[in-house]
């Protein structure tokens, strides 16, 4: 079979499986849904294999092939076909999503076991898989739109999965409102490319591309501006980031999958694909780059004192899309998707162990309350660290060659760009620190309750149920967490998941290491051949070097937060103290919620007030109602003819009678 | 005398019997007129059957005449069976099928 | 002759519809029937004319002088419960006669002025609408005698039952609804559901025992 049919079998597994656990929640028993959702991304993940196999059974230059189904809109210049597009990049970001979920999918077996809603889960996440495919599989802009709004329907499912937790169902909508702003930009550019370029295939988009456009042409650079709103919203960056944290209301293995792995890549994804676009857009280009820096940097320093654990990895992760940002705007397409493979291993292992933890916990999710789970809970906890080397870019762990590779391209294209390597570096000192201050703070010294309930007994301790943002006291019936809570110790899904994630977040590194091999970047040249940036390649010289400053880096972050949190634990409190405002400032996320809240919500509502008031009651009112009180009065008029008298009936029939041999007198004369 | 007289007279004995309904509520002069309206009918039936020269029309008189009384049976049953269930012998009262 | 016959019919006319005592309405129709008869029998048909008396004023009308006085009716209030009908239904019964004189007198018919063809001798006879029944109309003949029947076991019906329901029925209070409101003809609150049949004097209940 060729590339493609194996392509399209991607699709249709998650799709079926998805379909299967929705329509037979009744028929399905529960363990068995869950079966049925991780075996159809399993599937998914070996077809999207034998595709590569496929694939690399073409020589390099040919590999890619566009195959379509049917023709969805095909009149008046239009031409859009239901169609894929098979090549290195979507097969490579295939592998890595479809890798991933069966790995979260597994996780989710054991650790959603008693929620109420099993069925409903595994059916939105494999819908959620099967949309993430299309978005990434897609051969045109239109399909590509499709799965982005798909995508952001599924993330919105996935948060508010507890739909009776108010804070859930109002972080799914801060999530999907985001979403759709962003939506917004990538329609609003697809049009502006149909107009200029007269096509939606990619193809034919990036061969027409650079003939139709001048370089930092206003068209080009708005084109990719409106792409940059779609992709900031979907991948977090600042100004379209508010909705990440929020997110962490879902269920741990939603967070992990779409909120680490998946979606919020889909923007860097969008980014490396249109490439050739934002090539001839330097100005936009750059100001994607900056964004991603910015984004590094703040979310950097919000982790640092996130008390929650799932939000400070979600704060880790919005930092390290920015990264990939960085990436792939300056032009170092395969080091950003390299980080982007690299980054889905030890995130999702991250909130994989978080889950844990926190499961442990019973869902109390503040770092404050937690101590000494190192000793407690073994198989998370070293799980936990490899999540968190990899992320602190430990030398020889997958994190450390992939963010170096990024800087290292950073300093090769020199000029301009090297503020990424020194502000690159600045963020990597963040992130080792943040990184091992929740390492510290969770896992050594004397176990905290829960965790010596956990020694003691063995048993979970299991508290009245809580919101963990509000306190406030819970059901554990449908639409809320499952009364029970599952560890990875206990859970032989979870761990085998964990043990899995912890392998590839050592030692997935190795197939990049500068100048031994570059498996990643060979097989992902094909895709950005032609283009000047991704010519540059850094030697293997200053590869090295950059990896020995960024060890450094990480070594001493390591330990900064090692003398922080372990050695001198007065230190934090003092600091705290010290700097009061500064810490209240990154607490409150540097205020981006409330300057949204005054810029964007309350004149949005004002305005639709106002609307409501004026135009929506005399206008829409009136014409609903007057239309409905004027078909009423001219039906009581009619009605009155019917009185119920027969001989008011007869004298109408007598009428008609006359009137008729009237008719018939007059016309026959 | 001329056929046409017959015919006049048969309009205008139809006509009698047409504003009796109209104007009468008590149910069996209702269908007392109706049966007026039916011999002018008959009248004009059996003028137009000689002045054809034919006898159909005095068949079709007949039929007539006899599907009034059958008319005037079931009526009459229907009548019978109001003032059994002491409902009011008056067309008006009767008027559940308003809208 | 014919005037006077006329002048028989028309009379009776009006009196059924003027006269206020339902008797002697029926007592104006049988003397306008007589008319009719004669009326028949100046048109050479003397059959019809001769069913005509003993059918139509012997048989229907003694089926209604019974009617009358088993119900023995007395007169009707003067009100006038449908505005305006008063008044619009002699106007119509002008305007009905007139378009109707005017569509006899002025139609292309070349017979009306005349006498009609002469006849033969045995034209309206018994004898010949006889053969006319039998041969050209046969299944008109047959399908009256059905008619009949029919309306002979729709009387039987009408008048049978109700025996047991006719004093204390338990529909008898819905029936009274007919009688005060007139107007929406929705059961009283105290009224159990009934079924569609019971409200009307039609339809016999289900429950009722089969009166054979």
Known sequence: MSATAWAWLVLLCPLVGSIVCALGYRVVPARAAGAIGTLAVGLAFLCGVAALVN??????????????????????????????????????????????????HLYSFGYMGSDAGYHRFFSYLNFFVFSMLLLVLAGNFVLLIVGWAF???ASYALISFWYRRATATRAGMKAFVINVVGDIGLVLAAFLIFQQLGSFDYTEVFEKAPEVFQTNEWTIVAICLLLLVGAFAKSAQLPFHTWLPDAMEGPT??????????????????????????????????IAAFTGLATLLVAGTIALVMTDLKRAIAYSTMSQIGYMVVGVSIGAYSAGMFHLMTHAFFKALLFMAAGSIISAMANNQNIDDMRGFGKAMRFTSIAMLCGSLALAAFPGTSGFFSKDEILA???????????????????????????????????????????????????????????????????????????????????????????????????????????LDHMVISFLEPVWEGSPL???????????????????????????????????????????????????????KWYFDEAIDLLVVRPALAIGRFANRSFERFVVDGLVNGTRETVGEAGSVVRAVQNGFVRSYALLLLVGFAGLALYFLITSS | MNIEWYLVLSSLLFTIGAVGILIRRSPIVILLCLELMLNAGNLALVAFSR?????????????????????????????VAIFRRKLPMNVDDLRELRG | MFFIAAIGAVGGAIGVVAARNPFYSVLALIAHLFSLAVLFLLLTSAFV???????????????????????????????EPIPGQRFLAPLLGIALFVELSVAVLSSALKALGTHGPDVPAGFGDPAAIGTLLLEKFLLPFEAT?????????????LANKQKSKEDDAPGVPAQRNLVQGGGAGLPSPGTPAKQPGEGSPVAPPPTQEARA
């Open chain 1, 55 to 104: 694939l690399l059974g073409d020589p390099a230059e040919s590999r890619h092939h566009a195959s379509s189904l049917w023709d969805y809109a095909s009149a008046a210049g239009l031409d859009i076909k239901l169609g894929i597009y098979v090549d290195p990049l979507s097969i490579f970001m295939v592998l890595v999503v479809t890798g991933v979920s069966t790995l979260i």
């Open chain 1, 151 to 153: 995508v952001g329907f």
């Open chain 1, 253 to 286: 293995p939603v967070s992990s999958l779409i909120h680490a792995a998946t979606m919020v890549t889909a923007g860097v994804y969008l980014i490396a694909r249109t490439h050739v676009l934002f090539e001839l857009a330097p100005t936009a280009a750059d």
């Open chain 1, 409 to 515: 391209y950073a300093t090769d294209r020199g000029g301009m760009y090297l503020i990424f390597t020194v502000l690159g570096y600045v963020g990597a000192l963040i992130t080792a620190v943040y990184t091992f201050r929740l390492v510290f703070r969770v896992l050594p010294g004397k176990p905290c309750k829960e965790a010596q309930e956990l020694i003691d007994t063995g048993h979970l301790a299991h508290e009245t149920p809580r919101n963990p943002a509000t306190g406030e006291v819970e059901d554990t019936d449908v639409g809320f967490p499952g009364p029970e809570h599952h560890i990875a110790e206990q859970t032989p899904s979870m761990k085998g998941a964990m043990a899995v994630l912890s392998f590839l977040a050592l030692f997935a590194g190795f197939v990049q290491v500068p100048g």
């Open chain 1, 534 to 588: 991704a010519a540059i390649e850094p030697s293997t010289a200053s590869s090295w070097v950059g990896l020995a400053i960024g060890a450094a880096i990480s070594a001493v972050g390591i330990g900064i937060a090692y003398w922080a949190y372990v050695l001198r634990p007065e230190v934090p409190g003092k600091l705290i103290e010290r700097f009061g405002w500064l810490h209240t400032f990154l607490a409150n």
């Open chain 2, 51 to 79: 002045e054809v020269g034919n006898q159909q029309g005095q068949v079709f008189a007949l039929v007539v005449m006899v599907v009034a009384a059958c008319e005037v049976v079931v009526g009459l049953g229907l009548l």
């Open chain 3, 49 to 79: 004319a001769a069913a005509q008396v003993v059918v139509y004023a012997g048989a229907v009308m003694v089926l209604y002088v019974f009617v009358v006085a088993y119900v023995g009716e007395g007169g009707e209030s003067a009100w």
């Open chain 3, 145 to 157: 005698s059905l008619l009949l029947l029919i309306a002979a076991v729709g009387a039987i019906v």
